[in-house]
């Protein structure tokens, strides 16, 4: 049976990510009623971070401690990775001795020479092409607020980065219009938008991308290794500042959402993040669900179902 890894949406069926966002919103109620579920006693996690982080260290570390398994993290200054050896090599030795990766990267070829090598599950935990375990819990947050988004309108304001590709995807996948609205220059890929126009629209006019809108998302202008771009990004991007009176031209019952972190004063406006309509800080908690129920689902054969 061939090792099963998550480098965007299309590695999983449409059921499958139902029923991973499903799952995730068990575990978080189980987390809250303060269950003990300990499926992954004596699992380990590999951890290999190219790229600073918050969320994505905290929930996955703390994710695997409360399944009762053990994370190791992994930087190029700790490993031979940031020494010359091999990404092949490295696969094959890490994946001997854990039962689960995950990586965070910068070029998405990386984690596909990796995945190729590994004996284990991978998991992209962001590249600059895609970030789709933030997608499984923008997903989870939508659901539990409003139900189902199949049929909906989600539109995406700002960059057309990896964030804006995942949310492509995920408009394949989970069935909702995406309308798209980002600078002359800043566009996603063209061929994501050609190939899933079925259910993708660039819309000029962030404004007018916004009318009718189910959920709002954003991101930053500038993402890491961009930051020498900041000040030009700032000019360029200024129009596509998400303001609760953007929101106001979305449907009554909009959502807001960001990966985080927010720049309140660029991408949004300072009291966006306190506005009734953003559910920000149930989309960052959800990391730690949906990533919890991602290796569920990834480790299924393993777990142990006595503890």
């Known amino acids: 049976m061939s090792v099963r890894h998550f480098r965007n949406l299309l590695d999983m069926t449409p059921a ?3 029923a991973i966002i499903s799952r995730a919103s068990k575990l978080r109620q189980m987390q809250q009623c303060g269950e003990i579920y300990r499926p992954f006693v004596g699992r ?28 190791i993290f992994l930087s190029p200054k700790d490993t031979q990775l940031g020494r010359g050896e091999p990404i092949e090599d490295s696969a ?3 994946s001997s001795m854990v039962d689960i990766i995950m990586i965070r990267t910068f070029e998405h070829d990386k984690l596909d020479l990796f995945c190729k090598h590994s004996s284990v599950p991978v998991i992209n935990a962001l590249t600059d092409d895609f970030h789709p375990c933030q997608l499984l819990a923008d997903m989870q947050t939508f659901h539990e607020h409003r139900g189902s988004i199949k049929g909906k309108t989600v539109t995406w304001v700002g960059d057309g980065n990896n964030m804006c590709a995942s949310y492509i995807l995920a408009a394949h996948q989970f069935g909702f219009q995406l309308r798209v609205t980002a ?10 938008i050609e190939e899933y126009s079925h259910c993708v629209t660039y819309v000029e006019d962030p404004q007018e991308a916004a009318k009718g809108a189910h959920l709002i998302t954003t991101d930053v202008w500038a993402s ?7 000040m030009t990004r700032a000019r360029r991007f200024a129009p596509y500042q998400v303001s609760p009176a953007m929101l106001d ?24 993040l306190n506005d009734p309509r ?30």
């Open 16 to 18: 499958e990510l139902e």
């Open 44 to 71: 380990t996690l590999g951890m290999i971070f190219e790229k600073s982080s918050t969320r994505t260290r905290i929930s996955f570390e703390a994710g695997m401690g409360q399944f009762g398994g053990h994370a």
């Open 92 to 94: 094959k030795v890490i």
């Open 183 to 192: 600078p002359y220059g800043f566009e996603p890929n063209p061929k994501l």
């Open 224 to 230: 890491m290794g961009q930051e020498s771009e900041q």
């Open 249 to 272: 031209k979305a449907d009554p019952d909009v959502l807001f959402m960001h990966c985080l972190p927010a720049h309140r004063g660029e991408e949004i406006s300072f009291d966006l």
């Open 278 to 307: 953003s559910v920000v800080w149930d989309e960052a908690e959800n990391r730690l669900h949906a990533q919890k129920a991602l290796m569920e689902f990834l480790l299924k054969d393993k777990i142990n179902l006595s503890s």
